[in-house]
């Protein structure tokens, strides 16, 4: 809370007497109260704050972290702050939260809370408390976090009309106590603090006072000490003092119910002291305010008025056994009386005692006092695992070895292994042992003479590869690319997979060497089993197998193979040759061919072609090693040719942009390579089939026709001259200009069109599609980007004039506005760069106060298409009932028997008694208030009239009715006439009296007045 306290109380000696005074009176009995000058209590300064929390105003100290925030106006933001050094080293954001007057924070096992209600006015009623989750703020990534909102009013508050450093409704302390949380008030009247109770779930609520206290001075900061049951409370007097206020024995929500002690203390800032948490048993950190020119501070308080036990301190542990699965611990230095060891509530007396029964893992204990008070958590305590007996060696559950392994062979990790051939007793087996396939075998490990009860098992997988065999000793061929007869083999047999082979050759029975290319089951490459460059010689071959199963390598051999070289002649397949007849040139030969040991051979010849005359031709048979023999065969020229050339088979020609044919050849028998003619064009472009007609002659009058199709079909669509188009950027609209392609076959300029509508208004991120179109129907679309971002809010201008509304209630305001126009009617301008008025929207709200006149503060907001919202439009409207209260009928005079005024009947105090006086239709009407709110008040005023021995009292009456809002109504007079109209009453009779005398002058006087007589009554 920012104050300058100085300053603001002499203002207010000067304005307001009585507040001086009551001051003054305040400050006396402040001399005269209890007050213990720092009796109990250590300040120790820590550290100045970072000025940028120069105005802590809650704090709280968490997962041994100091954490506070600022006061109103600063960053929703909560600070954790290095106790060394004062500096930042943590700011977490509240997103959806604003600062306007943090006061305090405190927290719960699950969630902290911030008390957004400082309130220095009393006309707040947007009071509320943030509430945050402790794993939330915790795990954040990137130190943001959103709230729950606890909204409140004061149940009691019944007038929000700004009362500055008078009001009973400002707060700037918080604690959580149980499963509610408490705010103390911070009373500017009476300089006492009330107590409120509000729920820790979100919602909305009207809040009770539940408590009070006489703090004798401002509260302004809280925090509840659960070891010791204290609630220890911040604050300061009007002569700059800073006090703590003690709440000690706290037992349920009736603090008051408590001891109280108050101290003065004297921290080494500011008087200031806004922030107050508990860091240890008796130990808190505090804050002050930055004020004029001293700093932002950290103090440590500690209070020795209530001391709680120290920990626990470890003794003896022990640790389990083999035989014993838990462990023990001594805690020693307990308090000397009856004492609770938590976790466990073990019960006790004693300086110390033995925890048994704790099983493996990290334990911390606190032990309470007789008072009830708490101590810290001790030193942290260790209980290890039960050992047990040694475990087996480690190892693979299965291993593969190649045939004839031994036990010697198994791998398993530890010490001392010993293998067995059964999982529990027997006896160990000799590592010479040959293992057997698909066997399980048992190892066992022995550490400090103990050797393990259970064993590792190890399936046996024996990799059973043989080499095969290859078929008997063969003849190779010269030349041949395949021998067959080494194809005649037997597969190896066994458990062997992922085979493998190399064949290796030798010229004796010693010195076998690879062959490069001999990795395949089978091998026949002649020419890399024998060297031919060299010598003809006869090689030995066998074929090394290898098998790889489960990662293990194993070998085996074929037998051996002898290959020697051929030495049988070829032996020709037709004899005699058939002659060959020809018109008139041989231009080709076909080939006889022989029979031969290593397999068919084809004859060759010395002759050239082509043969223009008859001639005896000399085919030759030759193997690999030489061995030859020969036949004759005769081409007889026959010199007629009647025969055309050879119509070729001429392929399509294929283009988009264009072809350019190639003139195609023929063969003739005579004239031989033959180039076609044609009287069509060569070169092509034109989109289409087109048939080339070519004509074969061969100069002896025979000629061939052949035709070859051209065909033209571009399907490749228009080229963007720029491949990748820039994003448009803009603020409220777009209207781009189309971009260009070029053709692919010509290069023409294409110009894009599009189906999206210009100019683009969309905000946020779009895009266009841009279509190009050749004359050929061929389509390329390329899509750039669009972003339109208007973060400017509408402008608003000018203002709306108050309106005064005769009426009763909010009822008789005028409608809201819902359009611009309807709003620029009344007098504002409302400018927005982008979005058209019929687009914007316009929201209001109404806050209402007060009764006479009742004030209606309408706020209106204009939001544009992109969601920026304006500033605030407010439009006062005062509503204030100014009819008076109106009587309509007849006031009747009246006449009453009586004496004196005092016989007048009594005045009417209501509206029916006065509509139900003598009169026709009689009828008062008010528009706004009930009857039985109006106030009926009246007058009387008296005179006399007639003799004095029988006055008329005459009566004049006037009544006035007032509504709720003060309208008074014309005088409603009445005329009451007070007489005596009533007779003398004579009741009973005259006794008769006898008088002694001779006429009438015996007769005694006769009587005048009233009193002669008894039986005489007179009203007045």
């Given at each position: 809370?920012?104050?300058?306290?100085?300053?603001?109380?002499?203002?207010?000696?000067?304005?307001?007497?009585?507040?001086?005074?009551?001051?003054?009176?305040?400050?006396?009995?402040?001399?005269?109260?209890?007050?213990?000058?720092?009796?109990?209590?250590?300040?120790?300064?820590?550290?100045?704050?970072?000025?940028?929390?120069?105005?802590?105003?809650?704090?709280?100290?968490?997962?041994?972290?100091?954490?506070?925030?600022?006061?109103?106006?600063?960053?929703?933001?909560?600070?954790e702050?290095?106790?060394?050094?004062?500096?930042?080293?943590?700011?977490?954001?509240?997103?959806?939260?604003?600062?306007v007057?943090?006061?305090?924070?405190?927290?719960?096992?699950?969630?902290?809370?911030i008390?957004d209600?400082?309130?220095?006015?009393?006309?707040?009623?947007?009071?509320?408390?943030?509430?945050?989750?402790?794993?939330?703020?915790?795990t954040?990534?990137?130190?943001?976090?959103?709230?729950?909102?606890?909204?409140?009013?004061?149940?009691?508050?019944?007038?929000?009309?700004?009362?500055?450093?008078?009001?009973?409704?400002?707060?700037?302390?918080?604690?959580?106590?149980?499963?509610?949380l408490?705010?103390?008030?911070?009373?500017?009247?009476?300089?006492?603090?009330?107590?409120?109770?509000?729920?820790?779930?979100?919602?909305?609520?009207?809040?009770?006072?539940?408590?009070?206290?006489?703090?004798?001075?401002?509260?302004t900061?809280?925090?509840y000490?659960?070891?010791?049951?204290?609630?220890?409370?911040?604050?300061?007097?009007?002569f700059?003092?800073?006090?703590?206020?003690?709440?000690?024995?706290?037992?349920?929500n009736?603090?008051?119910?408590?001891?109280?002690?108050?101290?003065?203390?004297?921290?080494?800032?500011?008087?200031?002291?806004?922030?107050i948490?508990?860091?240890?048993?008796?130990?808190?950190?505090?804050t002050?305010?930055?004020?004029?020119t001293?700093?932002?501070k950290?103090?440590?308080?500690?209070?020795?008025?209530?001391?709680?036990?120290?920990?626990?301190?470890?003794?003896?542990?022990?640790?389990?056994?083999?035989?014993?699965?838990t462990?023990?611990?001594?805690?020693?230095?307990?308090?000397?009386?009856?004492?609770i060891?938590?976790?466990?509530?073990?019960?006790?007396?004693?300086?110390?005692?033995?925890?048994?029964?704790?099983?493996?893992?990290?334990?911390?204990?606190?032990?309470?006092?007789?008072?009830?008070y708490?101590?810290?958590?001790?030193?942290?305590?260790?209980?290890?695992?039960?050992?047990?007996?040694?475990?087996?060696?480690?190892?693979?559950?299965?291993?593969?070895?190649?045939?004839?392994?031994?036990?010697?062979?198994?791998?398993?990790?530890?010490?001392?292994?010993?293998?067995?051939?059964?999982?529990?007793?027997?006896?160990?087996l000799?590592?010479?042992?040959?293992?057997?396939?698909?066997?399980?075998?048992?190892?066992?490990q022995?550490?400090?003479?103990?050797?393990?009860i259970?064993?590792?098992?190890?399936?046996?997988?024996?990799?059973?590869?043989?080499?095969?065999?290859?078929?008997?000793?063969?003849?190779?061929?010269?030349?041949?690319?395949t021998?067959?007869?080494?194809?005649?083999?037997?597969?190896?047999?066994?458990?062997?997979?992922?085979?493998?082979?190399?064949?290796?050759?030798?010229?004796?029975?010693?010195?076998?060497?690879?062959?490069?290319?001999?990795?395949?089951?089978?091998?026949?490459?002649?020419?890399?089993?024998?060297?031919?460059?060299?010598?003809?010689?006869?090689?030995r071959?066998?074929?090394?197998?290898?098998?790889?199963?489960?990662?293990?390598?194993?070998?085996?051999?074929?037998?051996?193979?002898l290959?020697?070289?051929?030495?049988?002649?070829?032996?020709?397949?037709?004899?005699?040759?058939?002659?060959?007849?020809?018109?008139?040139?041989?231009?080709?030969?076909?080939?006889?061919?022989?029979?031969?040991?290593?397999?068919?051979?084809?004859?060759?010849?010395?002759?050239?072609l082509?043969?223009?005359?008859?001639t005896?031709?000399?085919?030759?048979?030759?193997?690999?090693?030489?061995?030859?023999?020969s036949?004759?065969?005769?081409v007889?020229?026959?010199?007629?040719?009647?025969?055309?050339?050879?119509?070729?088979v001429?392929?399509?020609?294929t283009?988009?942009?264009?072809?350019?044919?190639?003139?195609?050849?023929?063969i003739?028998a005579?004239?031989?390579?033959?180039?076609?003619?044609?009287?069509?064009?060569?070169?092509?472009?034109?989109?289409?089939?087109?048939i080339v007609?070519?004509?074969?002659?061969d100069?002896?009058?025979?000629d061939?026709?052949?035709?070859?199709?051209?065909?033209?079909?571009?399907?490749?669509?228009?080229?963007?001259?720029?491949?990748?188009?820039?994003?448009?950027v803009?603020?409220?609209?777009?209207?781009?200009?189309?971009?260009?392609?070029?053709?692919?076959?010509?290069?023409?300029?294409?110009?894009?069109?599009?189906?999206?509508i210009?100019?683009?208004?969309?905000?946020?991120?779009?895009?266009?599609?841009?279509?190009?179109?050749?004359?050929?129907?061929?389509?390329?679309?390329?899509?750039?980007n669009?972003?339109?971002?208007?973060i400017?809010?509408?402008?608003?201008?000018?203002?709306?004039?108050?309106?005064?509304?005769?009426?009763?209630?909010?009822?008789?305001?005028?409608?809201?506005?819902?359009?611009?126009a309807?709003?620029?009617?009344?007098?504002?301008?409302?400018?927005?760069?982008?979005?058209?008025?019929?687009?914007?929207?316009?929201?209001?709200?109404?806050?209402?106060?007060?009764?006479?006149?009742?004030?209606?503060?309408?706020?209106?907001?204009?939001?544009?298409?992109?969601?920026?919202?304006s500033?605030?439009?407010?439009?006062?409207?005062?509503?204030?009932?100014s009819?008076?209260?109106?009587?309509?009928?007849?006031?009747?005079?009246?006449?009453?028997?009586g004496?004196?005024?005092?016989?007048?009947?009594?005045?009417?105090?209501?509206?029916?008694?006065?509509?139900?006086?003598s009169?026709?239709?009689?009828?008062?009407?008010?528009?706004?208030d009930?009857?039985a709110?109006?106030?009926v008040s009246?007058?009387?005023?008296?005179?006399?009239?007639?003799?004095?021995?029988?006055?008329?009292?005459?009566?004049?009456?006037?009544?006035?009715?007032?509504?709720?809002?003060?309208?008074?109504?014309s005088?409603?007079?009445?005329?009451?006439?007070?007489?005596?109209?009533?007779?003398?009453?004579?009741s009973?009779?005259?006794?008769?009296?006898?008088?002694?005398?001779?006429?009438?002058?015996?007769?005694?006087?006769?009587?005048?007045?009233?009193?002669?007589?008894?039986?005489?009554?007179?009203?007045?």
């Amino acid at each position: 809370m920012r104050e300058s306290h100085t300053t603001t109380f002499l203002f207010k000696f000067k304005r307001v007497p009585f507040r001086l005074m009551s001051i003054i009176i305040f400050s006396v009995l402040n001399i005269f109260l209890p007050i213990n000058q720092s009796i109990g209590q250590e300040i120790t300064e820590v550290v100045n704050l970072e000025g940028s929390i120069n105005e802590s105003s809650g704090l709280i100290y968490l997962n041994q972290k100091l954490i506070a925030h600022n006061d109103s106006g600063g960053e929703a933001a909560l600070y954790e702050i290095d106790t060394i050094t004062g500096n930042i080293t943590r700011t977490v954001v509240i997103d959806n939260a604003t600062n306007v007057d943090w006061e305090d924070i405190c927290f719960d096992d699950s969630y902290i809370y911030i008390g957004d209600f400082g309130n220095n006015l009393g006309t707040r009623q947007d009071l509320k408390i943030y509430r945050i989750s402790i794993a939330d703020y915790n795990t954040t990534t990137d130190n943001h976090v959103l709230a729950e909102i606890i909204n409140f009013t004061y149940k009691d508050q019944d007038s929000f009309t700004s009362a500055q450093f008078s009001t009973n409704f400002d707060a700037e302390a918080l604690i959580s106590y149980n499963d509610s949380l408490y705010i103390f008030t911070k009373n500017w009247g009476d300089y006492q603090s009330n107590i409120y109770s509000v729920s820790k779930s979100p919602g909305t609520y009207e809040i009770t006072k539940v408590d009070n206290i006489n703090a004798q001075g401002l509260i302004t900061g809280a925090t509840y000490n659960s070891n010791c049951k204290t609630i220890m409370l911040t604050g300061y007097t009007i002569f700059s003092k800073a006090f703590i206020y003690e709440i000690n024995g706290v037992n349920s929500n009736r603090f008051s119910e408590g001891s109280f002690e108050r101290y003065e203390i004297s921290p080494s800032g500011s008087f200031q002291i806004e922030g107050i948490t508990r860091y240890r048993s008796n130990q808190y950190y505090i804050t002050s305010e930055k004020y004029n020119t001293s700093p932002p501070k950290l103090d440590r308080l500690k209070a020795k008025n209530h001391l709680p036990p120290n920990p626990p301190t470890i003794g003896t542990i022990t640790q389990p056994t083999i035989d014993l699965s838990t462990g023990s611990v001594v805690l020693q230095g307990l308090p000397s009386t009856s004492w609770i060891i938590n976790p466990g509530s073990i019960t006790g007396t004693g300086t110390s005692t033995t925890i048994t029964g704790l099983a493996s893992g990290t334990y911390t204990f606190t032990v309470t006092d007789a008072s009830g008070y708490i101590s810290d958590l001790s030193n942290v305590v260790v209980i290890n695992a039960q050992p047990a007996s040694p475990s087996p060696p480690s190892g693979a559950s299965t291993q593969t070895f190649c045939e004839n392994a031994t036990v010697a062979d198994l791998v398993a990790t530890g010490s001392a292994i010993q293998w067995y051939d059964v999982s529990t007793g027997g006896s160990p087996l000799d590592t010479s042992e040959i293992l057997n396939d698909n066997q399980v075998y048992y190892a066992s490990q022995t550490i400090d003479n103990e050797e393990s009860i259970e064993r590792l098992s190890v399936t046996v997988v024996i990799n059973y590869v043989t080499g095969g065999t290859i078929g008997n000793d063969q003849t190779y061929c010269y030349g041949s690319n395949t021998l067959d007869t080494l194809r005649a083999i037997t597969l190896p047999t066994g458990s062997a997979t992922n085979l493998a082979y190399q064949w290796v050759s030798s010229g004796s029975e010693e010195g076998y060497s690879a062959i490069s290319y001999g990795t395949n089951l089978e091998y026949s490459n002649i020419d890399n089993l024998i060297n031919l460059s060299t010598a003809f010689v006869d090689v030995r071959y066998k074929r090394i197998t290898t098998s790889i199963l489960n990662g293990v390598s194993c070998k085996a051999e074929s037998n051996v193979v002898l290959i020697q070289q051929d030495k049988e002649k070829p032996v020709p397949n037709v004899s005699p040759l058939p002659d060959i007849h020809v018109g008139c040139e041989a231009l080709v030969l076909t080939a006889p061919t022989a029979s031969d040991n290593c397999g068919p051979i084809i004859g060759t010849t010395s002759t050239s072609l082509p043969i223009l005359e008859t001639t005896v031709i000399t085919w030759t048979y030759t193997d690999g090693f030489g061995n030859s023999s020969s036949q004759t065969q005769n081409v007889i020229i026959d010199f007629v040719d009647n025969e055309p050339p050879l119509i070729p088979v001429l392929e399509d020609l294929t283009g988009e942009c264009s072809v350019t044919v190639t003139r195609p050849i023929t063969i003739d028998a005579c004239a031989g390579e033959i180039t076609g003619t044609t009287t069509d064009l060569l070169t092509y472009t034109t989109q289409g089939t087109h048939i080339v007609t070519w004509t074969f002659d061969d100069g002896n009058g025979n000629d061939t026709t052949a035709t070859q199709k051209v065909i033209i079909n571009k399907v490749t669509g228009p080229v963007p001259d720029i491949l990748e188009l820039s994003p448009l950027v803009g603020v409220c609209s777009i209207s781009p200009t189309a971009p260009t392609a070029s053709d692919y076959c010509t290069g023409e300029s294409i110009t894009a069109t599009t189906n999206t509508i210009f100019p683009i208004t969309r905000q946020g991120d779009s895009y266009i599609t841009w279509i190009y179109t050749d004359d050929n129907g061929n389509i390329t679309t390329q899509n750039q980007n669009v972003s339109l971002n208007d973060i400017t809010p509408p402008a608003i201008s000018d203002s709306i004039a108050p309106t005064a509304v005769v009426g009763c209630s909010t009822s008789y305001a005028p409608d809201p506005k819902n359009t611009v126009a309807e709003l620029e009617a009344l007098g504002v301008k409302i400018d927005d760069a982008c979005t058209p008025d019929e687009y914007l929207v316009v929201s209001n709200t109404d806050v209402a106060i007060g009764t006479c006149p009742i004030i209606i503060t309408r706020e209106y907001r204009i939001t544009d298409i992109a969601g920026n919202v304006s500033a605030p439009i407010y439009h006062i409207i005062s509503i204030e009932e100014s009819s008076p209260p109106e009587f309509e009928g007849s006031m009747d005079s009246i006449v009453v028997q009586g004496c004196s005024v005092n016989d007048a009947p009594e005045a009417e105090t209501t509206i029916t008694g006065l509509e139900n006086l003598s009169g026709s239709g009689n009828l008062i009407i008010n528009d706004c208030d009930n009857d039985a709110d109006l106030i009926v008040s009246y007058s009387d005023s008296v005179t006399m009239s007639g003799p004095s021995a029988c006055e008329i009292t005459t009566l004049k009456r006037t009544y006035i009715i007032t509504d709720q809002c003060g309208n008074s109504s014309s005088e409603i007079v009445q005329i009451i006439t007070i007489e005596d109209t009533e007779a003398p009453q004579i009741s009973g009779l005259i006794d008769e009296t006898i008088i002694e005398g001779c006429d009438l002058l015996y007769a005694p006087p006769l009587k005048i007045r009233s009193q002669d007589f008894r039986l005489y009554q007179e009203t007045c």
